[in-house]
């Protein structure tokens, strides 16, 4: 087993989390630089903040004076230090992403996720649409080249609905809250800001794990 290979680094999102794209726009320069691929695990948004009592920000944050004015500058400037560009906020935000997360399910389970990931977020915080609404989904996700009959029709399949519960509680069960959540082995970290702790993490399980691998390799 190489050191990659023992270091097993999970990101959980939800496509209704702007914070949660814009770690997906930063995670590639982290597998560059480590080595290390991270595994996108779908997770029901929604469902975590039923199962945790927890609520999205903009439930949260609504009646807080000046916070959300701060985490409008905090997000430009997370776009500066990574040279983002192509983000705008979703004027539907927020959107009911059930489908679109059975939709990640089946996707996986029909070898098309990384298409179909790469689509949604396009149209959901690039060339932002009411994603909730079915024809609207159906109209972008074709626009882009999915087949989106096979994939709806996928993510109706018992199969596929019962494991998005399981893995939206299996993220409850491990200590998550919301999206964007990592783990880095059993290390869990939240929140886009913490990818650089994220990327530490990383590198300090890379070394741990180099004893362990030459050991190995001597017995």
Request: glycine fraction near 6%.
């Amino acid at each position: 087993m190489s050191n990659a290979q023992a270091v097993k680094v999970q990101f959980l999102f939800d496509f209704g989390s702007p914070n949660a794209y814009l770690s997906d726009r930063v995670i590639p320069d982290i597998e560059r630089r480590t080595g290390v691929k991270f595994d996108y695990v779908p997770v029901l948004l929604g469902g975590i903040f039923k199962l945790t009592g927890n609520a999205s920000p903009a439930e949260t944050l609504r009646d807080i004076k000046n916070k959300r004015d701060y985490m409008t500058i905090e997000t430009a400037r997370f776009l500066r230090r990574h040279s983002i560009t192509g983000f705008n906020p979703n004027p539907f935000f927020p959107v009911n992403t059930l489908q679109l997360m059975r939709g990640a399910v089946a996707a996986q389970a029909l070898g098309l996720f990384e298409p179909y990931f790469r689509a949604v977020y396009h149209h959901m915080w690039e060339e932002p649409k009411k994603m909730d609404d079915p024809q609207v989904m159906r109209s972008a996700l074709t626009a882009s080249g999915l087949d989106f009959d096979l994939i709806a029709a996928k993510s109706q399949e018992p199969a596929v609905k019962n494991r998005l519960m399981e893995l939206t509680q299996d993220a409850v069960n491990r200590g998550a809250f919301g999206s964007p959540t990592f783990f880095v082995n059993d290390e869990m970290f939240f929140g886009k800001d913490q990818l650089r702790d994220v990327e530490e993490e990383i590198v300090a399980q890379l070394g741990a794990a180099k004893p362990r691998v030459a050991s190995a390799a001597g017995a």
